[in-house]
């Protein structure tokens, strides 16, 4: 499982402000300068970054995974992570598609029908519904609860 750390950031910062201002005002010169205090040292710190883990995926339309991902950040910390999700129902309609497949290539009848009563019995596993209406129509024989 990828595991990601990242440590705060901390930011020190002083200043000095002078400001002189000059001004003509009847015929009288005046001159005023404001010399402010240094103001006092602080400290940014900013919450880590939680940086995601990379896709773990595919382009091909058969695979049937994903990531599956969290990251939680607070004030000088961050913590990240993922781990890759396998969709076991996606799995079981591939090869029910492959298995469908394979019986259309079949040049035996008596092969053919056999091959199509186990993808039959592929899809029934997917979920418990299908599995019903299947033998409630006598598709496939009733599984022993």
Do not use: H, W
């Not at 009847?26 to 970054?49: L, R």
């Not at 079981?92 to 035996?108: F, G, K, P, S, W």
């Not at 033998?135 to 496939?140: D, H, N, T, V």
């Amino acid at each position: 499982m990828p595991l990601i750390a990242v440590a705060q950031t901390t930011t020190d910062s002083s200043a000095t402000a002078t400001t002189n201002s000059a001004s003509t005002n009847a015929g009288n010169a005046q001159t005023i300068q404001f010399n402010a205090p240094p103001m006092n040292n602080y400290s940014v710190k900013t919450t880590g970054n939680a940086m995601m883990p990379s896709f773990s995926g595919s382009f091909s339309s058969d695979y049937c995974g994903a990531t599956a991902a969290g990251g939680v950040g607070g004030m000088g910390f961050a913590f990240s992570f993922g781990a890759p999700y396998i969709d076991q129902s996606c799995l079981l309609l591939r090869t029910y598609e492959r298995t469908m497949q394979n019986a259309a290539q079949q040049v035996d009848p008596d092969r053919a029908e056999i091959i199509r009563d186990a993808g039959l019995e592929i899809l029934a596993e997917i979920n418990p519904k299908v599995r019903a209406i299947y033998e409630k129509r006598g598709l496939i024989e009733v599984k022993e609860k």
